[in-house]
């Protein structure tokens, strides 16, 4: 199985177990290398010390004196774990965080007030310079591999593209002068590590802005770099502006593999091997463009956050058992600010410190009952079953799932299919004793003398206070947002939906798609102020490509009548027709049900939406610690 994906490959003398690459995506890389990758790189190594971070300008230079030790460890770490040792060698240019002024193709001051000077040849030579000096330090910190980061809107990429290159002298204007400065940085790096050093390169195949490179150009000079690489890896857009970086880093809206086309014809183009990178999840999907001869790797980011295992379950035939990625970018502090940084499906992200790599055996078993079968009930039964307690998950439905089985059947939501199943399999593997179509009353609960009671009983539907919609919903015309879903087939041409939050956001799209003129009504001043700032942007592209998808911010509804929604709008009030009528304001948790469950068992706790309604990545930590600590 997957026999593609699993053939070595020899990259310039550097032996590669298998085809997939760990792509600098965290700090954690003992876990991507014991997981099965067969090259982890491992982070990023700024080029020039106050010059060229992205995050500060204090980062250290990873080779200088007292840098040394830590970074030799990475590549004990990773070479620990059973893979090859790559680094990322990084310079943000114009975008970098500075303490007096950056470097860039042209000289100008940023919007945060710090000067970009424009690179003259004195400064270039100091940039090369430091260049060879990092490539250096890799080789001799014993990295296996470089990898070249010449995409996304960093200073290699800055020259390269029109964008940003406005040059008027031999750097810039046409193309054979805008490579001018990247080729001298990779003839420097070959130059400094040898010819038997195999160095990668990551290029934006198109930075999805007006006024950006194009692939006929990228294309060009993935040619002319050839002589100094041994390998290139395809991305797209730019990290630093959100309406590329949503191509960068892709959200479920997305296609998967979103970059293959692109890299095929780069593969067609050259004789270096050529991977891939952007929204790869599925083994099988790997494995094929590996063996159409599409591309030669597949570099696995979010996918191994969510699961660093992945390559390990696929190569196993346990591909059924890898946790699924939901592309939802909780990960990427970009898109969350640094508010919420997580995983959606991997509790132990970004939590290393509390969640332990392995699940550790409890010391006695108890009986642990929990109510509720959505995402935090049903990872709250699995892992207390891991640990080898005797658990009851009681849930009133027919199935297990929660609002994930409502999701499952939107549009873009493969990542979720994926992972109802997944967690369906985890509680079915686990020997949890699952009792549907059972309600959880105080006597039921009581009856099964628990040792440790979870609540996860999830949360309603909010019923908004506007006049005529109480009485209305259920009629077949007003609805909330779960029927909606459920009976999508059957809506009306005119959809009016209360509510322009994520979930009411992608219900519009969901419905524009269909083909239904859809009017999103929203209070606040901006559509799905609830998401992280990569899907907002997301739907605000996918909402420009639909027309028949009316926006109404800052408005209130007033009244809803049979067919007729009266809204209160910045230019005053309008009367919406519709056939089908969606409510989409929230939701509110069980409070009185949960209350009522407390005092049952000692040792009692509630999780989930019942106490706050919040989110999958939420639930699932929540249900996760519950289960380590029943």
Partial sequence: MYDSLFQPIDINGMMLKNRIVAAPTSDFFEE???GGAALVIAGHAIVEPGRSSFASGDEPWLFSKYEREATVQRVRTIHAGGARASIEIFHGGLHARVKDFAKGPCSYVREDGVEVRGMDEAMMEETLDWYEKTAKGAQRAGFDAIFLHFGHGWLPAQFLSPLYNHRTDEYGGCLENRMRFPLRILERVRKAVGPRYPVDMRVSATEWVEGGIQFADVLEFVKAAEPYVNAVQVSCGIDINKIANVHTVTTNLEPEMVNLDFARQVKQA???????????????????????????????????????????????????????????????????????VGCSVNPRFHNEDIVPAKLPAADESRRVVVVGGGPAGMRAAATAALRGHQVTLVEKSDALGGYLRVIALEHHKEGVVRLLAHLRRLVEQS??????????????????????????????????????????????????????IESAATAGQRVVILGGGSIGCETALEFAEMGHDVTVVEMAPQLAANANSLLREALRQHFEQHPNIKVLTSSA??????????????????????????????????????????????????????????????????????????
């Fill in 32 to 34: 991507k290398a014991k």
């Fill in 270 to 340: 050259v004789s270096i091997p050529v991977g891939v990178v952007g929204g790869i999840e599925d083994p099988a999907a790997a494995d094929a463009a590996i063996q159409r001869g599409d591309v030669d790797l597949i570099a696995l980011g979010r996918a191994l956050i969510a699961d660093p295992q992945w390559p390990r379950k696929a190569a196993e035939g346990r591909a059924k058992d890898i946790t699924p990625c939901l592309r939802c970018s909780n990960c990427y502090h970009i898109s969350s600010e640094h508010w919420n």
């Fill in 431 to 484: 020997g949890v004793d699952v009792r549907l179509n059972t309600e959880a009353t105080p006597e039921l609960v009581r009856s099964l003398d628990p040792d440790s009671l979870c609540i996860a009983l999830g949360s309603v539907e909010r019923i908004p206070p506007v006049a005529g919609i109480a009485e209305r919903m259920g009629n077949g015309h007003v609805m909330f947002g779960t029927e909606a």
């Fill in 557 to 630: 509804c007033r009244q809803v009548a049979d067919g007729v929604a009266t809204v209160a709008t910045p230019a005053g009030e309008v009367e919406l027709p519709y056939d089908t009528f969606v409510v989409s304001t929230g939701l509110a948790p069980r409070a009185d049900a949960t209350r009522g469950l407390y005092g049952i068992c000692r040792d009692t706790c509630s999780i989930g939406d019942c106490v706050r309604p919040s989110s999958i990545m939420n639930a699932i930590f929540e249900g996760h610690a519950f289960g380590l600590r029943a």
